[in-house]
């Protein structure tokens, strides 16, 4: 009978109430191209999955997706045989409607097909496969339910290239299983950047080999915001990260918070200051009142080994220096400090990335900008984008997850205002900012500071339902509220099927 058989007899308690029938439209974010025909397909004891060489890394993620909640040995073959129900994956030499990461998927009576030119394509396929089985396919023990899945054809490709996560771990320290769950709730949303906020004035948290004081310092116990919350990721660990993430078709790009943010680089190694003394170490919350000293040759010493370092163990292409805040540091120094850091990132094999600021920097015209404020206008922003400089939006106001829902919710911040879900939703990437085109937008970002959050219970809270949100923004060229809210409401319970716990929006009709 196998192991469906043996489930009926473990008792294994009946669904109470038949379960809502998934539609093929009900996916997060919106594919471009949906037609529901015909039969679907019912998973079962026999489905195999057929994952011809290279594509075995999604195959894996596949497998591991169904057979938790199935129970099926889903067995991944290089070729099904004849008639044997399959869920295919299949590379494709060139197909123009689907860019690099963009999937077709087909579901028949006989088996499932998901095609792409890439392995990133085929994983995003994936992720819309599993929306469209019963939500308990997200429960981590075998459940009793008819396996279907819709029948029609998916056609579907991202709007922006970049679409992006940010985690503070510098606030508060957050562990690398607890990286690797959020990784994989985000990539669900085909999120394909996680952006890591490594140092800041509270803490440093990635090990730099040249100057150990950092994490031994920095990363101690007790570096957190309220003197909780220390640590840090071992190059190791990091390596490990990247890897995790990479499996995922997630590409991590980490951050270094520089010429301002540095307080615990300089309880480390006071030299970086200008008069030589250490300052005291700090787990309040404020902001702006450090300073790397923009005159002394060892701040750039101490920069280039941090970016050499950290190039080095980051395969992907974004290596960030953040540049906000810099309140502390003269108009003049911050110029100063930016014409040489900006191109050091460049000799190191990475494009530039920073916060909006840097765009105040002739340097940055090859640079990318990550736009975090509230008005619809940047002067300096537009100036920068006119040379050249690529935009990443997080306007603050719209695009944070560290915001309060509304006034009653207990953690997170607000400055820059509530952020329900339909703040977080209606607003274009393409047309937000003036002067600065969708041409030269390369996609969205949603940061997550960590002031108030410290476990992997609050960056869920604050994250969930916001992030599927911003996900669709970058993945969607259609915005639809009643149509996200609808989807947004079906998806609940599989988050409370694997244990997530998100905020339960009043503005959203959760089944
Ligand atoms: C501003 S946004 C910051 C961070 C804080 C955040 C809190 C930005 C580039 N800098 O240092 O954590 O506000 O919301």
Avoid at 4 to 25: K, N
Avoid at 43 to 54: F, H, Q
Wanted: glycine content about 10%.
């Amino acid at each position: 009978a196998g192991l469906a058989g043996v489930l009926l007899l473990t008792g294994i308690p009946a669904p109470a109430q038949a379960q809502p029938a998934v539609s093929l439209g009900s996916v997060l974010p919106a594919p471009q191209q949906v037609r529901p025909h015909g039969p679907g397909f019912r998973l079962g004891a026999r489905t195999v999955i057929e994952a011809p060489g290279g594509t075995r890394v999604v195959a894996d993620r596949l497998a591991e997706a169904l057979r938790p909640a199935t129970g099926f040995r889903l067995p991944i073959v290089g070729r099904a045989g004849r008639g044997a129900p399959a869920i295919s994956l299949e590379l494709v030499r060139h197909d123009p409607r689907l860019g690099d990461e963009g999937y077709r998927l087909s579901v028949r009576p006989g088996g499932v097909a998901i095609r792409a030119t890439t392995n990133a394509g085929l994983f995003a396929g994936v992720q819309t496969l599993r929306q469209l089985l019963p939500a308990r396919i997200d429960a981590t023990t075998p459940q009793r339910a008819a396996w279907t899945v819709p029948g029609g054809d998916i056609v579907d490709r991202p709007r922006f290239a970049y679409r992006g996560a940010m985690l503070d771990l510098a606030r508060h320290f957050h562990t690398p299983d607890e990286i690797k769950r959020y990784i994989d709730e985000i990539s669900r949303f085909k999120i394909n950047y996680l952006h890591l906020h490594l140092s800041d004035d509270q803490g440093w948290r990635i090990q730099i080999d040249s100057w150990p004081r950092l994490t031994a310092v920095g990363g101690a116990p007790g570096t957190g915001v309220d003197g909780a919350g220390g640590g840090f990721l071992t190059t190791s660990d990091y390596r490990d990260l990247v890897a995790y993430a990479a499996g995922r078709f997630v590409t991590v790009v980490p951050e270094i918070d520089m010429p301002g943010h540095v307080n615990a680089a300089q309880v480390a190694y006071p030299e970086l200051t200008c008069d030589g003394q250490a300052p005291p170490p700090r787990t309040d919350t404020e902001v702006g009142y450090s300073s790397l000293c923009i005159g002394k040759e060892v701040t750039y010493r101490f920069v280039e080994d941090v970016i050499r370092e950290l190039a080095a163990i980051t395969p992907g292409p974004y290596l960030h220096i953040g540049g906000d805040e810099a309140h502390a540091t003269t108009d003049a120094d911050y110029l100063a400090f930016q014409a040489r850091v900006l191109p050091l990132v460049s000799r190191y094999g990475k494009v530039a990335y920073g916060w909006n600021e840097i765009a105040a920097s002739p340097a940055a015209a090859g640079a990318i900008a990550q736009y975090w404020g509230r008005a619809r206008a940047d002067a300096t922003l537009a100036a920068a984008v006119a040379d050249g400089t690529k935009v990443i939006m997080s306007p603050a106001n719209v695009a944070y997850l560290d915001q309060k829902y509304d006034p009653s919710t207990p953690l997170g911040l607000s400055w820059a205002g509530y952020i329900e879900v339909r703040t977080a939703y209606d607003w274009d990437p393409g047309t937000h900012l003036e002067g600065v085109p969708e041409e030269a937008v390369l996609g969205v970002e949603a940061p997550l500071w960590s002031e108030t959050l410290r476990t992997l219970d609050d960056i869920e809270f604050m994250a969930f339902p916001r992030l599927p949100a911003i996900a669709e923004l970058g993945w969607s060229t259609t915005r639809d509220w009643e149509s996200f809210r609808t989807r947004l409401g079906a998806y609940g319970p599989r988050w409370t099927a694997r244990g997530v716990g998100f905020h339960p929006s009043p503005q959203i009709p959760w089944s």
